[in-house]
C-alpha cells in the first residue's frame, strides 16, 4: 500500500511538471486510476480485518457534511432551480474532481499511512517533488529545460511566473503551504542530503519570489507570524530571532537569483508592490478585489435565502466573469454556511491537532508538526485573498498524512498518562496508637485490676 501512495504522489508530480495530462477521458485521468483503487482497497482492508476506528471525527464528519451538501446543491440545481448557462455534466465532474477527490486523498493518507516511517517517507516525498519542481522551474527560466512553464504576457499577469502548479497565486500558496515541511525535512537530515533539501527550499523561495503573489506574501507574513504566536512556548526567542535573520537571508539570496532570470523584475515589484497596494482607491490596491466580493454579497443579499443556503454547487461562475479571488467567500456564495462553516471546521481543527501533537511530541516529529502549522496558517491567510484550484491534492495529501501522525502522537501521549497514573502506588493508611497522657484517660478493664474481684 505504501508504494502505491509514494506512486500516486509521484504521478501528480509528473502530470504537473512535464504537463502530460494523462486525460482518460471526461472526468477521468491517470490520477485517478490510481486514487479510486486504493481507496477501495482501502475500504476492503478495513472490512475485511475489522481495524477501523474512526480517528478525529470532527474532520471526518466535517467533509463528510461538506461534500453532501455540495452534492445537494448540484442535484437541486439540476433538477429543479436550472440557472441559465448551469452545464450539468461539467459541472458534476467538476465536483467530483475538485471536492470529492480532495476527500479521497485526505481519506486514503489519513487512514492508510500508518506509524512514523510511513510519515516520514511520504513527507520526504512530497518535499522532494516540490522540490524538484521548483528546481525545474528555475532551469526552464534559465533556459536549461524547456518544461513549457507559463510566464504572464497581458494584464495583472504580465510577467509573473505561474510555476508547475498553476497560475501564480496557486503555485505562491502551496509554496506558503509546503515551505515549512521542505525546512523541516532539511534541518532532520544529515550530510550531504541536507544541501539537496535546502537546495529545494531556496529554489522554492525563489519561485515564490518570481510569482509576485501578494496574497502568498501576506499569507508567508501573517501566517508563519501567527504561527509563531501559536507554537511560542514551544519556540525560545533565540531560535526565533535566529530564524528569521536565516529567512530573510534566504529571502535576499532568492530575490538576487529571481533578478537575474528576470531583469524586469524590480520593476515588476515597484509596480505591484508599491504603486499599486498603495493607491488610494481599495479596488486598484486589491487588483479588483474589493469590488468583486461587494458585487458578491450584493446579490446574495437581493436574495436573502442565499445567506443562508447558497446559491448551489459552482453557480457562481455562470453569473459572473472574475473570480472571487477569496475561497471563503467563493464557498459562502455556492454553499452557504453549512459549506463556509464545513471548510473553517476542517482548517481549525488540522490546527489544533497540529498544535496538541507538538505538547505531545518531544522527539524526532516534533519539528513537523511545527511546519505543519507554520504552512497552514500561511495557507489559511492566502485563501482570504485568493482561490486555490489545482494544487488542493498536494495540500489534502500533505493534510492527511500529517494529522495521522499527529492522531497517533496524542493517543500514544494519553495512553503513556493513562499507563503512569495506573502504576502510582497508594499510600498505606496508618493507624497512630495514643500513649501517654492520652493513654491515661483511657478507661481499664477492672478484671485487670489486681484485686479488684476480692
Known amino acids: 500500500m505504501l508504494i502505491l501512495f509514494i506512486g500516486l504522489i509521484l504521478t501528480l508530480y509528473a502530470s504537473d511538471v512535464f504537463q502530460l495530462g494523462m486525460s482518460l477521458g471526461p472526468g477521468l485521468s491517470v490520477k485517478n486510476a490510481l486514487l479510486y483503487p486504493i481507496a477501495l482497497g482501502l475500504i476492503f482492508r478495513m472490512a475485511l480485518t475489522g481495524r477501523f476506528r474512526m480517528r478525529l471525527p470532527i474532520i471526518n464528519m466535517a467533509f463528510i457534511l461538506w461534500i453532501t451538501y455540495a452534492v445537494l446543491t448540484w442535484i437541486a440545481c439540476v433538477t429543479v432551480i436550472h440557472y441559465p448557462g448551469y452545464n450539468p455534466m461539467q459541472m458534476g465532474i467538476e465536483l467530483k474532481s475538485v471536492l470529492i477527490d480532495s476527500g479521497l486523498f485526505f481519506f486514503i493518507y489519513f487512514y492508510g499511512s500508518e506509524g512514523e516511517g510511513d510519515f516520514l517517507l511520504l513527507t520526504k516525498t512530497l518535499a522532494a517533488c516540490m522540490g524538484i519542481a521548483n528546481i525545474l ?8 529545460v524547456h518544461l513549457g512553464i507559463t510566464v504572464g504576457s497581458a494584464g495583472v499577469e504580465a510577467g509573473r511566473v505561474f510555476g508547475a502548479f498553476g497560475n501564480a497565486n496557486d503555485s505562491g500558496a502551496l509554496i506558503v503551504c509546503l515551505l515549512p515541511m521542505m525546512v523541516a525535512v532539511a534541518t532532520s537530515s544529515r550530510g550531504s542530503a541536507r544541501l539537496f533539501w535546502y537546495a529545494g527550499a531556496l529554489a522554492s523561495l525563489a519561485v515564490l519570489v518570481l510569482t509576485i503573489s501578494r496574497s502568498a506574501y501576506v499569507g508567508l507574513l501573517v501566517g508563519y ?4 504566536w501559536l507554537c511560542r512556548r514551544h519556540l525560545p526567542t533565540s531560535k526565533v530571532m535566529a530564524w528569521s535573520v536565516i529567512g530573510f537571508t534566504c529571502v535576499a ?3 538576487a537569483v529571481a533578478a537575474a532570470l528576470m531583469p524586469g523584475l524590480a520593476q515588476l ?3 505591484r508592490l508599491f504603486n499599486q497596494s498603495m493607491a488610494m482607491s481599495m479596488s486598484v490596491a486589491s487588483s479588483g478585489r474589493t469590488t468583486v466580493w461587494a458585487d458578491a454579497l450584493a446579490l446574495m443579499m437581493s436574495h436573502p435565502l442565499t445567506l443562508l443556503t447558497g446559491f448551489g454547487w459552482d453557480v457562481y461562475h455562470t453569473m459572473f466573469v472574475l473570480v472571487t479571488h477569496n475561497y471563503y467567500l467563493d464557498q459562502y456564495f455556492g454553499l452557504g454556511l453549512i459549506g463556509l462553516f464545513s471548510f473553517i471546521t476542517i482548517e481549525y481543527q488540522t490546527i489544533t491537532t497540529a498544535a496538541r501533537a507538538i505538547a505531545a511530541e518531544g522527539g524526532a516529529l516534533r ?3 511545527i511546519a505543519f502549522v507554520f504552512g497552514m496558517l500561511g495557507l489559511v491567510v492566502c485563501l482570504f485573498f485568493g482561490n486555490l ?9 500533505y493534510v492527511g498524512l500529517t494529522m495521522r501522525a499527529a492522531s497517533d502522537i496524542i493517543e500514544k501521549s494519553q495512553k503513556s498518562t493513562l499507563t503512569s497514573a495506573r502504576r502510582i502506588p ?5 493507624v497512630r496508637t495514643r500513649v501517654g497522657a492520652n493513654a491515661a484517660r483511657m478507661p481499664r478493664d477492672p478484671r485487670t485490676v489486681s484485686g479488684g474481684g476480692r
Not at 225 to 228: L, P, R, S, T
Open 367 to 369: 519539528p513537523y508538526m
Open 269 to 271: 515589484f515597484a509596480e
Open 426 to 430: 497508594l499510600k498505606p493508611v496508618t
Open 253 to 255: 539570496i532568492a530575490g
Open 137 to 144: 522551474t528555475l532551469a526552464d527560466l534559465a533556459g536549461l
Open 225 to 228: 507570524a501567527g504561527a509563531v
Open 389 to 397: 484550484d489545482k494544487p488542493w491534492c498536494y495540500v489534502w495529501v
